[in-house]
């Protein structure tokens, strides 16, 4: 399997924050960035698809990771719907809607 080139538009905004993700990982170089992103994205939308949950760890306990932007997250909200919350939480989503909306339109 040979390599293809390929060519993305980025915001000012997108591409910083794809530079500092670099910088956190430690990785050579965007596109080893991009292809770790991929991997991490291609196994979460598996888990999804299979009916599965993704959950993160705190102090306070685990909470579900809700992936807004991804499609197969709101037709299968029955099957997403989170069971797990934080005390004191009462929105079932781990970020509130308005932010979650904020993050996406930050990105495209």
Known sequence: MGMHKIQFNFTQRA???LD???ERIDAPSRAETIRHALRLLQWVADEIAQGH???????????????????IAERGRDVLGSDIKES???DQHSIPRAKRARLIQDHE
């Open 20 to 22: 500092e993700l670099r």
């Open 53 to 71: 949950k993704v959950y993160v760890g705190k102090k306070k306990g685990i909470q579900e990771v809700i992936f807004p932007f991804m499609p």
């Open 88 to 90: 004191g939480q009462d």
């Open 15 to 17: 591409l910083k924050d």
